[in-house]
């Protein structure tokens, strides 16, 4: 037997900005042009967002533009590969860049694109929701979902760049607010607990537009989520924390057939969460009626509809992709700025307090 | 305007092995069971290899087995998708690795999927063929097609290692064991003109299966690609040179609804290549038809089918995934050995020459 050993050199370091402020369309266009990370550049964005804002970003920015149908009930394998035989009738190449211009649907599915077209090429990100612009545009990670299970298929893909533009905002319909909003109380939750007094005090003047305020929040969020995905970029271990509210959560929004949003299955899932911190003995009552509240206030729901079953959202969390083996992680709060990842959690306590937060 | 960088660490170095030899089904085995890539095996093979191979691999390694439909025709996104639903239907997980058992449609298929099935899990290819043991297997491109192109969807996903077992050979069909002379040969042109007189002389001893022979070309190929691969990873440029003959192979092949095999179109474009090299003025008329020689005495066909229009090829190398921008480039010979790429080949002549082999 012969053995021929392939070493591969370590990749380069890598790095990338993510841009905060109003009015930052020339700022992109200056980028595409000064950083030359392409040599072509196609906008993907979807059936919402073009009509808002796709004219006023191709007036800056010399590309051409890719319209995806609307909604998380699109974020498949067959829109992805609907763009991919898009680009390439446009004819795309190697050297062709995206431009994702839209929420986490086309954040993901363009990136996912960008990370298998022609073997990979490189992606913008022009986030335009609060969700999106604290979350999902940040960290590299794409996906898609296939017929039996959501977000199966994907990569992790880091953007060349992001630009949240606060201007965006100003179309952003009541929901998606309280959307981005459960990622904020979640980065306090985990993170930087004097974010849960500003988002408990300060939720109009963000959903009015204060300009200030909105740099604040965001870019607080996005330190944080930048510093955890410097340290494990590929989820191995802390990045797990960023899933706080999300294991519950992830069940619920399925079990309620997206009928739930993002955000308001993970305000759901942070109850959860905390209350099986307290009731393992880890996070005092005062914290956990403190989360709840701050959640209450900022407009997210705290009990989970009566109307799913318990038995099928437990039945979901077994289906979780996240689980490792036969584990369910759960990311466990001690106090707020204080998380921890419990793979040991009964799952009669689970089904306990799930049936408590829906009562 | 804030600005956050997000700094990411290089990744580590990888590396990984290739083994040459008869029966490694034990190696692969015990190095399954002793380098823990994987919690747990999915084999990937296809239902022409499955009655000749699977009940033996199956016996030597704890896994379950996932059967491809055979044939260049399958290598597509939606059996990518089909294979990612039954892993996702069998319980796989992040945990869970893949251990290709096939040509290179398996391979790159199971390689694809593995590269974006929860954003990545290992993969191990055992290639049943000589053209996957001696190319595709060794350097991390997987692909599939999407109904409108070729080989558009696709990653580098390293593998954790790869087994050349030389007893998959015993049951190739005689025009796989073509397919594989001809990149044996390309290597023999670009980079080790050594192997010329050998293929030359013995391809007959190589088809009745002289194990000494076997690994001595398949070692000496694998060499040659590691030493590329390992320079360029990401084909930004010398790796370029691995697809000599390949620019009219794949316009070929594609013309021929692929009823002209892929070592049968590279050996016709490497035809072409070498005419292309020679009317320029870098490749000598005696090195050139040696080639062509060399080629013919491997059974490989040196002439274009006449029941191919010219103009058909022509449209379509104008579709080659490997432009960049609006330049074809071609691999040319200045001597055995010698390769070098030129992005300034004038049309009219590839035409030229495209009529010559095919008259």
Chains 1, 2 share one sequence.
Not at 33 to 47: E, L, N
Not at 49 to 64: I, K, S
Not at 314 to 341: C, N, S, W, Y
Request: neutral net charge; proline residues 4%.
């Amino acid at each position: 037997v012969k053995a021929i050993t392939v070493a591969l050199a370590p990749c380069a370091a890598r790095s990338y900005e993510i841009h905060i402020g109003r009015d930052l369309l020339d700022t992109v266009a200056a980028q595409l042009a000064g950083r030359r990370w392409a040599a072509r550049w196609f906008v993907v964005t979807d059936s919402n967002v073009a009509p808002l804002h796709l004219e006023r970003v191709l007036a800056r920015v010399d590309a051409e533009a890719v319209v995806l149908p609307a909604g998380e009930k699109h974020k498949t394998i067959d829109t992805a590969v609907a763009l991919a035989s898009s680009l390439l009738a446009r004819g795309a190449d190697r050297t062709s860049g995206i431009l994702a211009v839209g929420g986490g649907v086309v954040g993901d599915v363009a990136g996912f694109v960008a990370s298998i077209f022609m073997r990979g090429i490189p992606c913008v990100q022009l986030p335009t929701t609060l969700l999106a612009q604290v979350d999902s545009s940040v960290g590299g990670k794409t996906g898609v979902d296939v017929p039996a299970a959501k977000n199966i298929l994907g990569t992790f893909h880091q953007p060349c760049a992001v630009f949240s533009d606060l201007a965006f905002l100003a179309t952003l319909p009541a929901r998606e607010w309280t959307n981005g909003f459960a990622e904020i109380v979640k980065y306090g939750a985990i993170a930087d607990p004097g974010l849960l007094p500003i988002m408990a005090a300060r939720s109009d003047d963000l959903r009015a537009g204060d300009q200030q305020l909105l740099g604040e929040v965001i870019g607080r969020s996005c330190r944080i989520k930048q510093q955890i995905v410097e340290r494990d970029e590929r989820e191995g271990g802390l990045r797990r924390i960023l899933n706080f509210g999300h294991t519950v959560g992830h069940a619920v929004e399925a079990e309620s057939g997206f009928s739930v949003s993002h955000g308001e299955a993970v305000s759901m899932g942070m109850v959860c969460a905390a209350a099986l911190s307290a009731r393992l003995g880890h996070l005092g009552a005062a914290h956990r009626e403190e989360l709840v509240d701050v959640l209450r206030r900022v407009g997210l729901p705290v009990r989970i509809p009566a109307s799913l079953a318990v038995s099928g959202i437990l039945e979901r969390l077994g289906k979780d992709k996240k689980k490792a083996g036969t584990t369910i992680h759960f990311v466990l709060l001690k106090a707020p700025g204080q998380p921890f990842v419990a793979g040991d959690v009964p799952g009669e306590l689970v089904r306990e307090v799930i049936e408590d937060a829906r009562s």
